[in-house]
């Protein structure tokens, strides 16, 4: 009789889940050309083999890694985005709470920074992939928070031509200051975060509130 042991699905999705927050690890920190399955393997707790069953080669494991992380922050984006302020009693205030959430998770979801970092250092790489996640990921967020907006402007408290531009630019102003900080090679404070939420939020308000 054999004494193998059998992999439960339970199992098969935990080992599945290691290798793919090493493999994200690694890639990060190596780069694509640096990184190897020996040191994914090693970091995750599994063999080599291990890998090549559960998600392939190291170009499929890349691949499993983006398209994992991707979705992953675009769920944790969507539970964010459940505490936007569509009906404010003080709409300065509250998009500004809003903001600080909003960059202190992308502080604190590692996630969120692995990919920034990935499209940073290997879109060239993967030009197709990394379209598909734009289109999936910042691109879908910018969609979403078009549709906050519009409800802002339907509410009288906004005023603009184009959501989806409006959107844009607050999720720019919001991100430029931490994204210098990330390219850096640092994460800011909460405080930082409160700042900058605070600056980004004066200035998209200056632009857009109702009169």
Not at 40 to 50: L, P
Not at 73 to 101: C, G, I, M, V, Y
Not at 153 to 176: C, H, I, K, N, W
Request: aromatic share 10%; net charge neutral; glycine share 4%.
């Amino acid at each position: 009789m054999s004494t193998e042991a059998v992999e439960t699905p339970a199992l098969a999705k935990s080992k599945r889940d290691r290798i793919i927050e090493a493999a994200a690890t690694i890639f990060c920190q190596d780069g694509y050309a640096g990184a190897s399955i020996d040191a994914v393997a090693t970091k995750a707790s599994v063999s080599r083999q291990t890998i090549y069953n559960h998600v392939g080669d190291k170009d499929g494991l890349f691949k499993e890694v983006v398209s994992a992380l991707t979705e992953k922050s675009a769920a944790r984006f969507d539970s964010l985005l459940q505490t936007f302020p569509t009906k404010p009693h003080d709409l300065n205030a509250e998009l500004t709470e809003f903001s600080a959430r909003f960059l202190n998770q992308l502080t604190q979801d590692k996630t969120s920074r692995w990919l920034l970092r990935l499209a940073e250092n290997e879109s060239g790489r993967y030009p197709e992939l990394f379209t598909i996640w734009r289109e999936y990921g910042s691109g879908r967020k910018r969609s979403l928070m078009a549709a906050r907006m519009s409800e802002l402007a339907s509410g009288g408290y906004l005023e603009f031509d184009d959501p989806v531009l409006a959107a844009r630019q607050y999720m720019a102003l919001l991100t430029a200051e931490w994204r210098a900080e990330f390219q850096l090679g640092r994460f800011p404070s909460e405080e930082e975060c409160t700042r900058m939420a605070e600056r980004a939020a004066k200035t998209f308000l200056r632009a857009f509130a109702r009169r």
